[in-house]
């Protein structure tokens, strides 16, 4: 498994990851994931599913990069660290590896929830402080009020049917070493065959361009995303064979070609 920098952390982090959310799958495919090398778990307090992640690195836990969530509803001070000690005790772990800030509060501003995210990486309960679905704005905004810890990711939709982020948040991204960990990856299921997939624009090159690489579509389209500098995936699959499948989107690239005819047929 190929990994990536997560923002200017030193740490590498696979480029694909296991998605939690909707996760219905039990530990076998998670540890599938882990052994394949996609030791990367992507959860939330609001998926549910802190147990089972915590569960399935049971024994391993040193292997795995443990990423979950606050809510955007619980982004006052003492909201966040008490959502963060409730997702230690349903992970059944002493430190979440990277604590994002699931979205942009309306209400509460952004320099106190850094506050209590700052507070907890100076405790040891978070190691890296992320954020997700925040704008260009809002990402400079929250980066502005870090004292002396660093935004070292946005967790936002990006697959190669909305690609809205490229225009501006991906470059700025790009610029201020924040690792994008692309959520919805295979866009829901639809790129990877899924119903749906057949009448998207673009699926047809999608399928030929599989078939060149003797790769599924479902890998060729996580590929893509992982293609781009500074982009990891998170693809959830409650199925240890689709969790291999998908892992085997990783260890070889997409030519700037193909990645080009892509872009085309999907534009
Ligand atoms: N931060 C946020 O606001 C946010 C929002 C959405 C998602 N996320 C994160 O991103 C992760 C992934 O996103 P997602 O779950 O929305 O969508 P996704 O990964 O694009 O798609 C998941 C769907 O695709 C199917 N699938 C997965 N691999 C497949 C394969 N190789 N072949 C055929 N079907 C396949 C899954 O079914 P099976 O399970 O049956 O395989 C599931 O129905 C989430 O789990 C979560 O961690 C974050």
Same mark, same amino acid.
């Given at each position: ?59 391993? =836990?040193? @292997?795995?990069?443990?990423? +979950?969530?606050? $809510?955007? *509803?619980? /982004? ?48 040891? =309960?978070? @190691?890296?402080?992320?954020? +997700?679905?925040? $704008?260009? *704005?809002? /990402? ?128």
């Amino acid at each position: 498994m190929k990994t990536k920098p997560l923002g200017g952390t030193g740490v590498d982090v696979p480029e694909i990851g296991l998605g939690a959310w909707q996760y219905r799958g039990g530990i076998a495919p998670l540890r599938h994931g882990i052994e394949l090398g996609a030791n990367l778990i992507d959860t939330a307090e609001m998926y549910r599913t802190e147990d089972v992640v915590g569960e399935a690195v049971r024994g391993m =836990r040193d @292997r795995v990069f443990i990423a +979950s969530k606050v $809510s955007g *509803d619980h /982004l006052g001070y003492d909201q966040v660290l008490r959502a963060a000690d409730a997702s230690l005790r349903r992970l059944d772990i002493d430190t979440i590896d990277l604590y994002q800030v699931h979205w942009p509060s309306r209400s509460t501003p952004v320099a106190e929830t850094m506050r209590a995210m700052e507070t907890l990486a100076d405790t040891g =309960r978070i @190691r890296y402080i992320g954020v +997700s679905n925040f $704008s260009t *704005d809002e /990402l400079d905004e929250a980066r502005s009020a870090m004292n002396h810890h660093p935004i070292v990711s946005n967790q936002v939709l990006y697959n190669l049917r909305r690609r809205e982020i490229e225009r501006t948040l991906m470059p700025y991204c790009l610029r201020h070493d924040v690792t994008v960990i692309a959520y919805t990856p295979l866009d829901s299921g639809r790129l990877a065959g899924k119903p749906g997939l057949f009448a998207a624009k673009g699926a047809r090159t999608l399928q030929e361009i599989a078939g060149e690489y003797g790769k599924t579509p479902a890998q060729v389209a996580l590929n893509w995303c992982t293609g781009h500098e500074g982009v990891i995936a998170i693809p959830k699959s409650d199925s240890i064979k689709r969790t291999e499948e998908n892992c085997g989107a990783s260890d070889w690239r997409l030519s700037d070609e193909d990645m080009a005819r892509l872009d085309r047929a999907f534009a």
